[in-house]
């Protein structure tokens, strides 16, 4: 059985850690408010935009451009998000993890070496140049401080590549952001446009809370529930089915085509971002609770090993003065 003195430099380490826990949890938790706010700032606008697009690309016949076409995949490229630091779960892991499964996918068709990589952050960077995958550019500074010119600039050199058939897909791979206990791993087609994927978005959110606890985690299983007990999950029906256009069909597409490519990658930039302080938060929640619990087990073990040795010196006492 360890000494008091061990014991007691055990309570007092763990004591040490938990005030760490406990201040990264705080700290991930203003984060992930300020995240929170970018993503509700941000996201009517890009949705209404994606919806009004792909209803008219989906409605008008003569609406023809490149960017939805779809041709057999011999070059793509993947947009991988993930965070520069660690301690937040199994956030970067996964991420990390659903890229080698789309990696070998294309390694069987094409080969890894017709794979582009696009690193949103140092981990995936790191990993993917150990790999020896094909890594264009480095963007860590974007997973810590979200930038729409360097999403833009991004976007508009993917749309060039798939433009000029360097690439014929690209694929976007993030965690959605859901709650602050839920975040789906996602793997997203950005190009070409699809336009079947309007009918099957997942818009649900709650983005008014950062506690991350088991009734925050089954608020969207319920909030899915009442929809379908008040008919809300009935199909959606087109915003307009005879549009009219204005100045041209192609003027109008090559200024929103660009546009919805931006919001699209500026968004999954944000939901990463939102989903790593998120992920942090839970982790050193759960960390500090870990330690909470250790602590009461240390602190038993403290109070029955000095009364231990209290009981022991009094039997000695007790003892001498018989024999006495």
Do not use: W
């Amino acid at each position: 059985m360890p000494s008091l003195k061990e014991i007691k430099g055990r309570i007092a380490s763990v004591n040490s850690t938990r005030k760490i826990t406990s201040a990264m949890k705080m700290v991930a938790s203003s984060k992930l408010h300020h995240a929170q706010v970018a993503i509700q700032n941000m996201l009517p606008y890009e949705e209404l935009l994606e919806h009004i697009l792909k209803s008219f690309l989906a409605a008008e016949a003569e609406a023809q451009t490149i960017y939805d076409q779809v041709r057999p995949v011999k070059r793509a490229a993947l947009v991988v998000f993930t965070s520069n630091s660690s301690l937040c779960g199994g956030f970067n892991a996964n991420t990390i993890k659903m890229m080698l499964n789309a990696v070998n996918e294309y390694d069987k068709t094409i080969g890894r070496d017709n794979v582009e990589i696009y690193p949103i952050g140092r981990k995936v960077y790191e990993k993917a140049n150990k790999l020896g995958l094909k890594v264009q550019g480095e963007f860590s500074a974007l997973a810590d401080k979200p930038n729409v010119q360097q999403c833009i600039e991004i976007a508009m050199e993917l749309g060039k590549k798939f433009a000029e058939g360097e690439i014929d897909k690209v694929e976007l791979i993030y965690h959605h952001f859901k709650s602050a206990g839920s975040q789906v791993l996602t793997r997203k087609t950005f190009l070409p446009i699809d336009v079947e994927s309007e009918l099957n978005a997942d818009h649900e959110r709650d983005l008014t809370s950062v506690v991350a606890t088991k009734e925050s985690q089954e608020y969207l299983k319920k909030r899915g529930e009442r929809q379908e007990v008040r008919g809300e999950n009935e199909e959606v029906k087109p915003l307009n089915d005879n549009f009219i256009v204005e100045p041209d069909m192609d003027t109008v597409l090559s200024q929103l085509i660009p546009k919805l490519a931006h919001l699209a990658l500026y968004t999954a930039l944000l939901d990463s971002n939102a989903s790593e302080h998120a992920a942090r938060m839970v982790a050193m929640q759960t960390a500090t609770d870990n330690a909470d619990e250790l602590l009461r087990e240390l602190n038993l073990q403290y109070n029955k090993s000095r009364q231990q040795a209290i009981t022991s010196e009094l039997l000695d006492i007790v003892g001498g003065s018989v024999n006495n």
